[in-house]
Protein backbone atom coordinates (compact mmCIF):
# COMPACT_ATOMS: atom_id res chain seq x y z
CA UNK A 1 0.00 0.00 0.00
CA UNK A 2 1.28 3.69 -0.74
CA UNK A 3 1.38 6.08 1.98
CA UNK A 4 -1.26 8.37 3.13
CA UNK A 5 -0.41 11.98 2.26
CA UNK A 6 -1.76 13.42 5.58
CA UNK A 7 -1.21 16.90 6.97
CA UNK A 8 1.69 17.08 9.04
CA UNK A 9 0.87 15.88 13.18
CA UNK A 10 -2.57 14.70 11.87
CA UNK A 11 -3.86 13.12 14.54
CA UNK A 12 -7.83 12.18 14.76
CA UNK A 13 -8.13 12.00 18.55
CA UNK A 14 -6.95 15.89 18.67
CA UNK A 15 -10.01 17.17 20.47
CA UNK A 16 -9.14 21.05 18.29
CA UNK A 17 -9.44 18.95 15.17
CA UNK A 18 -13.01 17.13 15.99
CA UNK A 19 -13.97 20.68 17.84
CA UNK A 20 -13.87 22.15 13.84
CA UNK A 21 -14.52 18.70 12.12
CA UNK A 22 -14.72 15.04 11.72
CA UNK A 23 -11.91 14.38 9.42
CA UNK A 24 -13.42 12.49 6.21
CA UNK A 25 -11.26 13.11 3.72
CA UNK A 26 -8.17 12.06 5.65
CA UNK A 27 -10.37 8.54 6.95
CA UNK A 28 -10.86 7.90 3.51
CA UNK A 29 -7.31 8.49 2.52
CA UNK A 30 -6.40 6.01 4.59
CA UNK A 31 -8.65 3.32 4.21
CA UNK A 32 -7.48 3.43 0.78
CA UNK A 33 -3.84 3.09 1.28
CA UNK A 34 -3.30 2.75 5.15
CA UNK A 35 -6.07 1.11 7.01
CA UNK A 36 -4.00 0.37 9.72
CA UNK A 37 -1.50 3.54 10.27
CA UNK A 38 0.63 4.15 12.54
CA UNK A 39 -0.17 7.62 14.18
CA UNK A 40 2.48 9.02 16.48
CA UNK A 41 1.91 11.14 19.31
CA UNK A 42 3.84 12.91 22.01
CA UNK A 43 4.83 10.47 24.71
CA UNK A 44 2.67 11.11 27.62
CA UNK A 45 -0.02 13.94 25.77
CA UNK A 46 -2.79 11.71 25.82
CA UNK A 47 -2.39 10.04 29.27
CA UNK A 48 -0.43 7.04 28.55
CA UNK A 49 3.15 6.55 28.56
CA UNK A 50 3.70 5.46 24.72
CA UNK A 51 4.33 6.98 21.58
CA UNK A 52 1.43 6.65 19.68
CA UNK A 53 -1.53 4.05 18.03
CA UNK A 54 -2.45 2.18 15.53
CA UNK A 55 -5.79 3.71 13.51
CA UNK A 56 -7.91 1.25 12.09
CA UNK A 57 -10.18 2.83 9.75
CA UNK A 58 -11.64 0.36 7.55
CA UNK A 59 -15.31 -1.20 8.67
CA UNK A 60 -13.57 -5.14 8.66
CA UNK A 61 -10.97 -4.77 10.52
CA UNK A 62 -13.05 -2.35 13.18
CA UNK A 63 -15.24 -5.30 13.25
CA UNK A 64 -12.09 -7.86 13.40
CA UNK A 65 -10.76 -6.24 16.39
CA UNK A 66 -14.06 -5.57 18.07
CA UNK A 67 -15.06 -9.62 18.18
CA UNK A 68 -11.37 -10.97 19.44
CA UNK A 69 -11.93 -9.99 22.70
CA UNK A 70 -8.58 -12.07 23.50
CA UNK A 71 -6.40 -10.50 21.41
CA UNK A 72 -7.24 -7.03 21.53
CA UNK A 73 -8.31 -5.98 25.95
CA UNK A 74 -10.50 -3.23 26.66
CA UNK A 75 -8.98 -3.13 30.06
CA UNK A 76 -4.99 -2.89 29.69
CA UNK A 77 -5.54 1.04 29.14
CA UNK A 78 -9.54 1.12 29.01
CA UNK A 79 -11.01 1.63 26.19
CA UNK A 80 -11.20 5.51 26.48
CA UNK A 81 -8.54 6.50 23.30
CA UNK A 82 -6.99 9.71 24.74
CA UNK A 83 -7.40 11.17 28.13
CA UNK A 84 -6.40 14.85 29.32
CA UNK A 85 -2.01 14.76 29.70
CA UNK A 86 -2.64 15.95 33.38
CA UNK A 87 -4.29 12.33 33.95
CA UNK A 88 -2.34 10.15 36.41
CA UNK A 89 -2.08 6.44 35.90
CA UNK A 90 -3.85 5.63 39.33
CA UNK A 91 -6.80 7.69 37.87
CA UNK A 92 -6.77 5.82 34.38
CA UNK A 93 -6.76 2.40 36.47
CA UNK A 94 -9.94 3.22 38.36
CA UNK A 95 -12.06 3.64 35.37
CA UNK A 96 -11.12 -0.40 35.03
CA UNK A 97 -14.27 -1.01 37.46
CA UNK A 98 -16.63 0.39 34.88
CA UNK A 99 -18.40 -2.18 32.30
CA UNK A 100 -17.14 -0.71 29.02
CA UNK A 101 -13.10 -1.23 30.41
CA UNK A 102 -13.82 -5.10 31.29
CA UNK A 103 -12.77 -8.21 29.21
CA UNK A 104 -14.38 -11.18 29.61
CA UNK A 105 -14.89 -13.32 32.25
CA UNK A 106 -15.48 -10.17 34.64
CA UNK A 107 -17.44 -8.46 31.62
CA UNK A 108 -19.26 -11.49 30.90
CA UNK A 109 -20.41 -11.66 34.38
CA UNK A 110 -21.27 -7.82 34.84
CA UNK A 111 -23.15 -7.47 31.59
CA UNK A 112 -24.85 -11.03 32.48
CA UNK A 113 -26.67 -9.40 35.40
CA UNK A 114 -27.47 -5.77 33.65
CA UNK A 115 -28.74 -6.82 30.67
CA UNK A 116 -31.65 -7.75 32.97
CA UNK A 117 -32.82 -3.86 32.62
CA UNK A 118 -32.44 -4.20 28.88
CA UNK A 119 -34.72 -7.06 28.21
CA UNK A 120 -37.22 -6.58 25.10
CA UNK A 121 -39.59 -6.93 27.81
CA UNK A 122 -38.41 -3.89 29.79
CA UNK A 123 -37.81 -1.40 26.32
CA UNK A 124 -41.65 -2.47 25.50
CA UNK A 125 -42.69 -1.35 28.99
CA UNK A 126 -40.89 2.25 28.74
CA UNK A 127 -42.66 2.69 25.50
CA UNK A 128 -45.73 4.48 26.31
CA UNK A 129 -44.16 6.52 29.22
CA UNK A 130 -41.30 7.51 26.90
CA UNK A 131 -43.86 8.17 23.85
CA UNK A 132 -45.97 10.82 26.47
CA UNK A 133 -42.44 12.26 27.51
CA UNK A 134 -41.20 13.12 23.85
CA UNK A 135 -44.89 14.65 23.04
CA UNK A 136 -44.33 16.67 25.89
CA UNK A 137 -40.80 17.49 25.89
CA UNK A 138 -41.25 18.61 21.77
CA UNK A 139 -44.60 20.37 22.86
CA UNK A 140 -42.87 22.57 25.79
CA UNK A 141 -39.77 23.27 23.30
CA UNK A 142 -42.80 24.68 20.62
CA UNK A 143 -44.59 26.55 23.57
CA UNK A 144 -41.37 28.25 24.73
CA UNK A 145 -40.67 29.48 21.38
CA UNK A 146 -44.25 30.63 20.75
CA UNK A 147 -44.38 32.93 24.19
CA UNK A 148 -40.68 34.09 22.62
CA UNK A 149 -42.20 35.60 19.61
CA UNK A 150 -45.69 36.79 21.18
CA UNK A 151 -43.05 38.77 24.12
CA UNK A 152 -42.58 40.88 20.51
CA UNK A 153 -38.59 40.58 21.76
CA UNK A 154 -37.80 36.81 20.04
CA UNK A 155 -37.97 35.55 17.25
CA UNK A 156 -39.14 32.17 17.87
CA UNK A 157 -35.43 30.63 17.92
CA UNK A 158 -34.28 28.10 20.69
CA UNK A 159 -31.35 25.69 21.34
CA UNK A 160 -32.53 22.30 20.14
CA UNK A 161 -29.77 20.39 22.50
CA UNK A 162 -30.99 21.78 25.53
CA UNK A 163 -34.73 21.88 24.69
CA UNK A 164 -35.05 18.70 22.86
CA UNK A 165 -31.91 16.26 22.69
CA UNK A 166 -31.02 16.02 26.11
CA UNK A 167 -34.64 15.53 27.97
CA UNK A 168 -35.52 11.94 26.51
CA UNK A 169 -32.32 10.32 27.32
CA UNK A 170 -32.43 11.50 30.76
CA UNK A 171 -36.16 10.85 31.18
CA UNK A 172 -35.39 7.43 29.95
CA UNK A 173 -32.45 6.93 32.56
CA UNK A 174 -34.40 7.68 35.14
CA UNK A 175 -37.59 6.03 34.21
CA UNK A 176 -35.40 2.48 33.72
CA UNK A 177 -33.50 2.45 37.21
CA UNK A 178 -35.88 4.99 39.10
CA UNK A 179 -33.87 8.26 39.47
CA UNK A 180 -36.65 10.18 40.80
CA UNK A 181 -37.12 12.57 37.59
CA UNK A 182 -36.63 15.80 39.45
CA UNK A 183 -32.77 14.57 39.46
CA UNK A 184 -32.34 14.35 36.13
CA UNK A 185 -30.65 17.95 36.09
CA UNK A 186 -27.83 16.91 38.19
CA UNK A 187 -27.19 13.56 36.09
CA UNK A 188 -26.93 15.68 33.23
CA UNK A 189 -24.68 18.51 34.87
CA UNK A 190 -22.42 15.30 35.86
CA UNK A 191 -22.21 13.65 32.84
CA UNK A 192 -21.20 16.73 31.00
CA UNK A 193 -18.20 17.89 33.77
CA UNK A 194 -16.94 13.59 32.99
CA UNK A 195 -16.79 14.60 28.94
CA UNK A 196 -16.43 18.12 28.88
CA UNK A 197 -12.48 18.32 30.04
CA UNK A 198 -11.35 19.03 26.50
CA UNK A 199 -13.94 21.73 26.13
CA UNK A 200 -12.60 25.47 27.60
CA UNK A 201 -15.75 27.13 27.23
CA UNK A 202 -16.77 24.37 30.49
CA UNK A 203 -13.81 25.55 32.05
CA UNK A 204 -13.57 22.05 33.52
CA UNK A 205 -10.42 20.26 34.87
CA UNK A 206 -9.75 16.84 35.27
CA UNK A 207 -10.15 17.02 39.41
CA UNK A 208 -13.88 18.90 38.35
CA UNK A 209 -14.89 15.54 36.19
CA UNK A 210 -13.64 13.20 38.44
CA UNK A 211 -15.39 15.20 41.43
CA UNK A 212 -18.52 14.65 39.22
CA UNK A 213 -17.95 11.21 38.55
CA UNK A 214 -17.98 10.49 42.93
CA UNK A 215 -20.95 12.66 43.02
CA UNK A 216 -22.81 10.24 40.57
CA UNK A 217 -21.15 7.11 42.02
CA UNK A 218 -22.14 8.10 45.39
CA UNK A 219 -25.41 9.32 44.29
CA UNK A 220 -26.14 5.68 42.72
CA UNK A 221 -24.36 3.68 45.53
CA UNK A 222 -26.85 5.20 47.92
CA UNK A 223 -29.53 4.03 45.94
CA UNK A 224 -28.61 0.48 45.52
CA UNK A 225 -28.20 0.70 49.29
CA UNK A 226 -31.65 1.79 50.06
CA UNK A 227 -32.98 -0.99 47.15
CA UNK A 228 -31.38 -3.78 49.27
CA UNK A 229 -32.90 -2.22 52.38
CA UNK A 230 -36.25 -2.11 50.83
CA UNK A 231 -36.52 -4.03 47.50
CA UNK A 232 -39.46 -2.29 45.28
CA UNK A 233 -39.56 -4.34 42.53
CA UNK A 234 -38.07 -2.27 40.30
CA UNK A 235 -35.20 -2.79 37.84
CA UNK A 236 -32.52 -1.44 40.16
CA UNK A 237 -33.90 -3.44 43.37
CA UNK A 238 -33.44 -6.34 40.54
CA UNK A 239 -29.63 -5.23 40.31
CA UNK A 240 -28.79 -5.11 43.87
CA UNK A 241 -30.43 -7.27 46.06
CA UNK A 242 -29.26 -10.68 47.10
CA UNK A 243 -25.92 -9.61 46.58
CA UNK A 244 -23.65 -12.84 46.24
CA UNK A 245 -26.41 -14.42 44.34
CA UNK A 246 -25.96 -13.13 40.84
CA UNK A 247 -26.85 -9.33 41.52
CA UNK A 248 -24.12 -6.20 41.23
CA UNK A 249 -22.45 -4.58 44.45
CA UNK A 250 -23.48 -1.43 45.64
CA UNK A 251 -19.90 0.38 43.89
CA UNK A 252 -20.73 -2.02 40.92
CA UNK A 253 -24.26 -0.17 40.72
CA UNK A 254 -22.34 2.78 41.23
CA UNK A 255 -19.79 2.22 38.11
CA UNK A 256 -23.34 0.84 36.26
CA UNK A 257 -24.93 3.98 36.43
CA UNK A 258 -21.88 6.02 35.78
CA UNK A 259 -21.99 4.25 32.25
CA UNK A 260 -25.36 4.80 31.25
CA UNK A 261 -24.76 8.49 32.15
CA UNK A 262 -22.44 8.91 28.97
CA UNK A 263 -23.11 5.92 26.90
CA UNK A 264 -26.73 6.26 27.54
CA UNK A 265 -27.43 9.69 27.65
CA UNK A 266 -24.41 11.59 25.91
CA UNK A 267 -24.65 9.26 22.44
CA UNK A 268 -28.44 9.45 22.28
CA UNK A 269 -28.30 12.80 22.71
CA UNK A 270 -25.69 13.56 20.45
CA UNK A 271 -27.41 11.22 17.66
CA UNK A 272 -30.86 13.67 18.01
CA UNK A 273 -28.90 16.30 17.82
CA UNK A 274 -27.26 15.22 14.58
CA UNK A 275 -30.20 13.88 12.91
CA UNK A 276 -32.00 16.54 13.36
CA UNK A 277 -29.22 18.92 11.64
CA UNK A 278 -29.22 16.48 9.30
CA UNK A 279 -32.77 16.62 8.25
CA UNK A 280 -32.43 20.36 8.36
CA UNK A 281 -30.12 20.24 6.11
CA UNK A 282 -31.45 17.56 3.63
CA UNK A 283 -35.04 18.61 3.51
CA UNK A 284 -36.51 15.94 0.90
CA UNK A 285 -35.26 13.74 3.90
CA UNK A 286 -37.22 15.43 6.34
CA UNK A 287 -40.41 15.22 3.96
CA UNK A 288 -40.26 11.80 2.93
CA UNK A 289 -39.79 10.89 7.20
CA UNK A 290 -42.78 13.44 7.80
CA UNK A 291 -44.85 11.61 4.84
CA UNK A 292 -43.99 7.95 5.63
CA UNK A 293 -41.55 7.62 8.69
CA UNK A 294 -39.64 4.74 7.41
CA UNK A 295 -38.56 1.92 10.10
CA UNK A 296 -34.96 2.57 8.74
CA UNK A 297 -34.67 6.27 9.57
CA UNK A 298 -33.04 5.25 13.52
CA UNK A 299 -30.57 3.39 12.39
CA UNK A 300 -29.29 5.55 9.45
CA UNK A 301 -29.35 9.04 11.89
CA UNK A 302 -26.79 6.62 14.30
CA UNK A 303 -24.39 5.81 11.32
CA UNK A 304 -24.74 9.31 10.13
CA UNK A 305 -24.03 11.04 13.41
CA UNK A 306 -21.49 7.93 14.85
CA UNK A 307 -21.91 9.84 18.61
CA UNK A 308 -18.43 7.51 19.70
CA UNK A 309 -15.88 8.49 17.43
CA UNK A 310 -13.51 6.30 18.55
CA UNK A 311 -12.80 3.89 21.38
CA UNK A 312 -9.70 1.82 21.66
CA UNK A 313 -8.16 -1.87 22.29
CA UNK A 314 -4.65 -2.88 23.49
CA UNK A 315 -3.21 -6.13 21.89
CA UNK A 316 -2.21 -9.00 24.24
CA UNK A 317 0.01 -10.44 22.55
CA UNK A 318 2.00 -10.25 19.36
CA UNK A 319 -0.36 -10.17 16.16
CA UNK A 320 -1.24 -8.93 12.33
CA UNK A 321 -3.96 -6.69 11.39
CA UNK A 322 -4.85 -5.41 8.11
CA UNK A 323 -0.86 -6.40 6.84
CA UNK A 324 1.00 -4.60 9.93
CA UNK A 325 2.46 -6.14 12.44
CA UNK A 326 0.83 -5.33 15.99
CA UNK A 327 3.06 -5.66 18.85
CA UNK A 328 1.81 -6.92 22.30
CA UNK A 329 1.39 -3.12 24.45
CA UNK A 330 0.56 -1.36 21.31
CA UNK A 331 -2.62 0.96 21.74
CA UNK A 332 -5.07 0.20 18.71
CA UNK A 333 -7.97 3.14 17.65
CA UNK A 334 -11.15 2.26 16.22
CA UNK A 335 -12.51 5.14 14.11
CA UNK A 336 -16.05 4.31 14.14
CA UNK A 337 -16.80 7.47 11.92
CA UNK A 338 -14.47 6.21 9.42
CA UNK A 339 -15.69 2.24 9.50
CA UNK A 340 -19.33 3.66 8.99
CA UNK A 341 -18.25 5.44 5.88
CA UNK A 342 -16.52 2.56 4.39
CA UNK A 343 -17.56 2.80 0.50
CA UNK A 344 -16.64 -1.13 0.75
CA UNK A 345 -19.82 -1.62 2.63
CA UNK A 346 -22.18 1.25 2.57
CA UNK A 347 -23.58 2.84 -0.87
CA UNK A 348 -23.06 6.61 -1.44
CA UNK A 349 -22.23 6.72 2.58
CA UNK A 350 -22.11 10.24 2.20
CA UNK A 351 -25.76 10.43 1.12
CA UNK A 352 -27.91 10.53 4.36
CA UNK A 353 -30.47 8.05 3.17
CA UNK A 354 -33.51 7.20 5.61
CA UNK A 355 -33.94 4.39 3.72
CA UNK A 356 -31.13 2.92 3.66
CA UNK A 357 -31.53 -1.12 3.50
CA UNK A 358 -29.44 -2.91 5.14
CA UNK A 359 -27.48 -0.61 7.49
CA UNK A 360 -24.67 -2.52 8.87
CA UNK A 361 -22.97 0.51 10.62
CA UNK A 362 -21.14 0.46 14.02
CA UNK A 363 -22.41 2.86 15.62
CA UNK A 364 -23.57 0.46 18.36
CA UNK A 365 -20.04 -1.20 18.97
CA UNK A 366 -18.61 -3.88 16.44
CA UNK A 367 -19.91 -6.57 17.54
CA UNK A 368 -18.60 -9.05 20.39
CA UNK A 369 -19.07 -8.65 23.68
CA UNK A 370 -19.42 -4.77 24.10
CA UNK A 371 -21.75 -4.24 21.31
CA UNK A 372 -23.89 -1.59 23.26
CA UNK A 373 -26.74 -2.98 25.36
CA UNK A 374 -28.86 -0.25 25.20
CA UNK A 375 -29.13 -0.18 21.52
CA UNK A 376 -32.92 -0.87 21.52
CA UNK A 377 -34.12 1.52 24.03
CA UNK A 378 -31.65 3.95 21.98
CA UNK A 379 -33.49 3.37 18.45
CA UNK A 380 -36.57 3.90 20.42
CA UNK A 381 -35.61 7.12 22.09
CA UNK A 382 -34.30 8.20 18.10
CA UNK A 383 -37.75 6.99 16.69
CA UNK A 384 -39.73 8.58 19.21
CA UNK A 385 -38.47 12.00 19.61
CA UNK A 386 -38.38 12.00 15.73
CA UNK A 387 -42.22 11.03 15.35
CA UNK A 388 -43.14 13.96 18.48
CA UNK A 389 -40.81 16.47 16.38
CA UNK A 390 -42.78 15.55 13.08
CA UNK A 391 -46.24 15.89 14.33
CA UNK A 392 -45.58 19.17 16.76
CA UNK A 393 -42.86 20.67 15.08
CA UNK A 394 -42.83 19.61 11.00
CA UNK A 395 -41.70 23.01 10.18
CA UNK A 396 -38.19 24.23 12.15
CA UNK A 397 -35.42 25.84 10.21
CA UNK A 398 -32.14 25.72 10.99
CA UNK A 399 -30.76 29.41 12.54
CA UNK A 400 -27.12 28.53 12.29
CA UNK A 401 -24.69 25.75 12.25
CA UNK A 402 -23.74 24.05 15.07
CA UNK A 403 -21.34 24.22 17.80
CA UNK A 404 -19.30 21.00 18.32
CA UNK A 405 -17.97 20.09 21.43
CA UNK A 406 -13.93 20.05 21.80
CA UNK A 407 -13.78 16.52 22.85
CA UNK A 408 -11.22 13.46 21.53
CA UNK A 409 -13.44 10.99 21.10
CA UNK A 410 -17.14 12.31 21.15
CA UNK A 411 -18.79 13.69 18.07
CA UNK A 412 -20.75 16.42 20.21
CA UNK A 413 -22.88 19.03 19.86
CA UNK A 414 -23.36 21.53 22.47
CA UNK A 415 -25.82 23.94 20.72
CA UNK A 416 -28.06 23.70 17.47
CA UNK A 417 -29.99 26.66 17.05
CA UNK A 418 -33.65 26.17 15.17
CA UNK A 419 -36.50 28.88 14.85
CA UNK A 420 -40.13 27.98 15.20
CA UNK A 421 -42.13 29.60 11.77
CA UNK A 422 -44.11 32.96 13.70
Known amino acids: MSCPHLPDGFDATDPDLLQSRIPFPEFAQLRRTAPVWWCPQPRGVTGFDDEGYWAVTRHADVKYVSTHPELFSST ?43 TPRAIRNLESALRARARTIVEEAKRNAGADHADGGGDGSFDFVTQVAV ?54 MNMAAARKECPAGDIVSQLVAAEGQGNLSSDEFGFFVLLLA ?34 TAAEEIVRWATPVVSFQRTATQDTELGGQKIRRGDRIGLFYSSANNDPEVFGNPEDFDITRDPNPHLGFGGGGPHFCLGKSLAI ?43
Do not use: C
Not at 90 to 109: A, S
Not at 170 to 193: C, H, M, T, Y
Not at 273 to 284: K, N, Q, R, V, Y
Open 76 to 118: ENTAIIRFNEHITRDQIEVQKLIMINMDPPQHTRVRQIVQRGF
Open 167 to 220: ELPLQAIAELIGVPQEDRSRIFDWSNKMIGYDDPEYAITEEIGAEAAMELIGYS
Open 262 to 295: VAGNETTRNAISHGMHAFLTHPDQWELFKRERPA
Open 380 to 422: NEIELIFNALADVLPDLTLVGEPRRLRAAWLNGIKELRVRVPG
